[in-house]
């Protein structure tokens, strides 16, 4: 069974601006509150190693792949949990022009597997929740703030 998680934001920036943020990885520790740190090359088929702190909740490390890199538009990447089938986690960035100087910036994440539904209610809380704060301090990156 599938869930989705979706969350946006508008920012007041480009997407090239917001993609500049979004794609410095080695800054995520200075203001970004859930991903804690990415390593790894960001091209499609490259493994990163991503860590994250969704609150209320424990960090976690893993190793997803990196499906999509479309610049200033998309980022996808694919997760899993031991064995494919188990826990996998699709993760998108996306970055929708509004014009010239706005960006509604999408984060989603699709779970799937036959563990989802005994976390379910975690996931939907503490993982959206983690989208939320990432979303609004990439908002203030951007802004200036």
Not at 3 to 12: D, G, H, K, M
């Amino acid at each position: 069974m599938a869930r989705e998680i979706s969350t946006e934001i508008e920012i007041n920036a480009s997407p090239a601006a917001v993609w500049r943020e979004l794609t410095n990885f080695s800054a995520y520790p200075s203001w970004n509150p859930f991903i804690q740190s990415i390593d790894g090359p960001l091209h499609e088929g490259s493994r990163l190693t991503v860590l994250i702190c969704p609150p209320n909740n424990k960090e976690m490390r893993f190793k997803p792949v990196i499906r999509t890199v479309e610049e200033a538009k998309e980022i996808v990447w694919k997760g899993k949990f031991l064995i494919p089938g188990l826990f996998d986690g699709e993760h998108g960035f996306e970055l929708i022009p509004l014009s010239t100087d706005r960006t509604r910036f999408v984060q989603k994440e699709k779970f799937s597997g036959v563990l989802v539904p005994l976390f379910w209610s975690m996931l939907d809380r503490d993982t959206r929740q983690g989208f939320i704060d990432m979303n609004k301090a990439l908002k203030a990156r951007c802004e200036g703030a």
